[in-house]
Nanobody, 125 residues
């Protein structure tokens, strides 16, 4: 059983930057594809970015060029560096992990096996 704990959320002005982290425990971190999703009030959870166990990265079009996903397998930690933040980036950001043998679309929340509790990111205009 993998436990995921996000941190680093907060309030930032539009145009600013923020880095959120996800600490993993209870499993072999390097065996998992790791992703970030977000959910705004009244909206469905949406894909933000994924980094596969081999290091390949994938981004939603809405964040491409502004966000960077990375992982440190030695520290069992996933990161999301968010730059040029916009008010529409306001949401609860969730960390997710899935076994790296899964072949379903990485953008689909149901393909992920474990989830964190989320961290709030608020971007003011």
């Amino acid at each position: 059983q993998v436990q995921l704990v996000e941190s680093g959320g907060g309030l930032v002005q539009a145009g600013g930057s923020l880095r959120v982290s996800c600490a993993a425990s209870g499993g072999t971190f390097s065996n998992y594809d790791m992703g970030w999703f977000r959910q705004a009030p009244g909206k469905e959870r949406e894909f933000v970015a994924t980094i596969k166990s081999g290091g390949s990265t994938y981004y939603a079009e809405s964040v491409k060029g502004r966000f960077t996903i990375s992982r440190d397998n030695a520290k069992n930690t996933l990161y999301l560096q968010m730059n040029s933040l916009k008010p529409e980036d306001t949401a609860v950001y969730y960390c997710a992990a899935r076994w790296n043998f899964r072949v379903q679309l990485i953008t689909t929340p149901t393909t992920y096996d474990y989830w964190g509790q989320g961290t709030q990111v608020t971007v003011s205009s």
